[in-house]
């Protein structure tokens, strides 16, 4: 997430107008009030959640709900709660070669 912003603002800086390509994205725990605040905003979006540090798909889940959330939340809590990623679900994403 941290890259991402960075990139887009040295593009900004450029003059490097880029097309608005990233979805929304949040780092749960840290950012869950700001996720709440556009989940309200948009409430019929899907959100997909990954873990921050996992590879190969293990841990990834949809969230359509705040309740899956909390649900996801509970007994996560202090230095053992595990960082993921939270972005705004993108239906038909554009392929390239058949790939995301």
Same mark, same amino acid.
């Given at each position: 997430? #941290?890259?991402?912003?960075?990139? !887009? /603002? %040295?593009?900004?800086? %450029?003059?490097? %107008? ?9 780092? !749960? @725990? ?6 709440? %605040?556009?989940? /309200?905003? $948009? @409430? ?5 959640? #990954? @873990? ?5 798909? /293990?841990?990834?889940? !949809?969230?359509?709900? !705040?309740?899956?959330? #909390?649900?996801?939340? $509970? ?17 038909? @994403? ?7």
């Amino acid at each position: 997430v #941290k890259n991402i912003k960075r990139y !887009l /603002r %040295e593009m900004a800086k %450029e003059g490097i %107008e880029l097309p608005d390509f990233v979805p929304t994205t949040y780092m !749960l @725990p840290a950012d869950y009030s700001l996720y709440v %605040e556009e989940f /309200r905003r $948009c @409430p019929n979006a899907t959100w997909i959640m #990954k @873990p921050y540090n996992a590879a190969q798909g /293990r841990g990834i889940f !949809l969230v359509n709900k !705040l309740a899956q959330i #909390k649900k996801w939340s $509970c007994g996560r809590s202090g230095a053992t709660a595990q960082q993921y990623v939270i972005s705004r679900y993108i239906e038909n @994403p554009m392929l390239i070669g058949g790939k995301k």
